[in-house]
């Protein structure tokens, strides 16, 4: 009795699986397990697993507004809910998206890999190695474009940063020995000449200009 009890707690503890051991009866080849499933086989697994996108969403750790929000936009559309639950996973990056991964959840939830190896019958392996490489591609090319932009946000506060500075006069920029200095009138020139030209009298002793006869003459 108390061995059996043993053996059944050692049964049901297991923190990452429901189902133990039962990865090791899937037929799909080993050639394909650590690859990513692209979007054509996702897109024609998608029917084939039919009601059971809550659960396969909760064995891939979407939460649960993400699945009602799924659920909400799909309502009788079972083919759509999968589909977006399938992609909703295969985007999360905390756990690398293989098909090893998405065996055992399948596993998991009962319904077996059979109908995901049904789909990768007609799927060359070297196939998938070149989707996953042109997509590390884009994904580098993604993240050095989001540290660019990064970086030249960073600096655009350095560049509007300017220091103000209250109004100042032109004399205030002045030296003291230059407002000392006596500024030259702003009176025009021709005023001036006319000012000087009615102050002087003209003398009886003068001579008359030349050119010119005098009265008396």
Same mark, same amino acid.
């Given at each position: 009795?108390?061995? %059996?009890?043993? %053996? ?12 133990? !051991? ?7 080849? *080993? ?68 098909? @090893? ?20 019958? !007609? ?74 030209? *009615?102050?002087?009298? #003209? @003398?009886?002793?003068? #001579? ?10």
């Amino acid at each position: 009795m108390i061995h %059996k009890e043993k %053996k059944k707690r050692k049964l049901n503890h297991h923190p990452q699986t429901k189902f133990p !051991n039962k990865n090791q009866h899937s037929d799909i080849p *080993a050639d394909y397990l650590d690859f990513i499933p692209t979007d054509e086989i996702l897109d024609k697994l998608a029917p084939q697993i039919g009601q059971v996108f809550f659960q396969l969403g909760a064995e891939f750790g979407l939460s649960v507004s993400i699945l009602e929000n799924i659920k909400n936009k799909n309502p009788r559309d079972l083919a759509a809910q999968n589909r977006e639950v399938l992609f909703a996973w295969r985007e999360d990056r905390s756990v690398k998206p293989t098909i @090893r991964v998405l065996i055992q959840a399948l596993v998991n939830i009962g319904k077996g890999a059979r109908c995901l190896k049904e789909v990768l019958e !007609n799927v060359d392996p070297s196939t998938l190695k070149a989707s996953e490489v042109m997509e590390n591609i884009d994904l580098s090319t993604l993240k050095a474009s989001e540290e660019m932009v990064h970086k030249s946000t960073g600096a655009i506060p350095k560049l509007l940063t300017v220091k103000h500075f209250s109004a100042t006069t032109k004399s205030d920029k002045q030296t003291p020995r230059q407002r000392n200095l006596k500024r030259p009138s702003r009176i025009p020139v021709a005023v001036k000449q006319v000012a000087l030209t *009615a102050q002087r009298k #003209p @003398r009886p002793t003068d #001579p008359p200009p030349k050119g010119k006869r005098s009265d008396k003459s």
